[in-house]
């Protein structure tokens, strides 16, 4: 079983940046293709971000398009969304999920393994 957790989420300002990390008890993370949802208050959980399990394709979702950005430490085996220029719209909770060998896709039920969730709040 991989486990999974979601670290940095706070209370930010619009137009700041933070990072959230996804740090795992697997051993070869560097093999899960990991991707970032959020959820809203009142809003289902949503796509965001993805990073194959390689590193070399990432996809978005158009709202955080050139502002947000997803990298793996290989080593350290975490994945990072770095999120630049907040907005309160991206106020949720966010979640990194892992699908071992996945494609970078945007589909929830692609996704075998889940944390639990990190909340991210963006006043204006």
């Known amino acids: 079983q991989v486990q999974l957790v979601e670290s940095g989420g706070k209370l930010v300002q619009a137009g700041d940046t933070l990072t959230l990390t996804c740090s795992t008890s697997?051993?070869?993370?560097?093999?899960?293709?990991v991707g970032w949802f959020r959820q809203a208050p009142g809003k289902e959980r949503e796509f965001v971000a993805v990073?194959?399990?390689?590193?070399?394709?990432?996809n978005y979702t158009d709202s955080v398009k050139d502002r947000f950005l997803v990298l793996r430490q290989k080593a350290e085996q975490l994945v990072y969304l770095q999120m630049n220029n907040l907005r309160p719209e991206d106020t949720a909770v966010y979640y990194c999920?892992?699908?071992?060998?996945?494609?970078?896709?945007?589909?929830?039920?692609?996704?075998?393994?889940w944390g639990q969730g990190t909340q991210v709040t963006v006043s204006s």
């Open positions: 999920a892992a699908n071992q060998w996945g494609e970078p896709t945007a589909a929830q039920h692609e996704y075998e393994y």
């Open positions: 990073i194959t399990w390689g590193g070399g394709r990432v």
């Open positions: 697997a051993r070869s993370f560097t093999s899960y293709t």
